[in-house]
């Protein structure tokens, strides 16, 4: 009983605890890399059904209606696998590259833009993602000039 009153007691001091969490953040780094494989995964199983579905029952002329759909699901298993790449850069390096974060709210707002409805959209609702692309936009400068810089 003393010995693990003793090692929780060790525990708290400060470089080991550094040690725990730093453990504990890798564990949970790569068991979000295998969920997020298995994530990619599904996304393109779905996407082969989809697109053998219309391919073969969509009537001649009605495919460019689904080509939005498409492109959305082709977007979301690149968005996945960006965020697959900035896991796996942190099990890399043990830091987040904010660069890749923001090259993926690019591509989360180019999809967004892309599989738009425009008959169902409001005014306010396309200029905030305007203005999202170019805060984005400009963050992403600042960082690629910056990491250019070093």
Do not use: C
Not at 30 to 35: E, H, I, M, R
Not at 83 to 99: F, S, W
């Amino acid at each position: 009983m003393r010995k693990l009153l003793r090692r929780m007691i060790d525990t708290t001091k400060d470089e080991q605890f550094m040690d725990l969490i730093e453990k504990v953040e890798v564990i949970v780094s790569k068991v979000l890399s295998l969920f997020m494989v298995l994530v990619i995964l599904v996304a393109i199983w779905d996407l082969a059904i989809f697109l053998l579905r219309e391919l073969f029952t969509a009537p001649y002329g009605k495919f460019n209606s689904i080509l939005f759909k498409v492109f959305g699901l082709f977007l979301n298993i690149l968005i996945a696998l960006e965020i697959l790449e900035n896991i796996t850069a942190y099990l890399r390096k043990h830091v987040v590259q904010v660069e890749l974060v923001i090259v993926t709210s690019l591509i989360a707002v180019a999809r967004k833009i892309i599989i738009l409805d425009l008959e169902k959209v409001s005014g306010i609702d396309i200029i905030g993602l305007g203005i999202a692309v170019l805060a984005l936009s400009i963050s992403y400068l600042i960082i690629r000039f910056s990491n250019s810089r070093n």
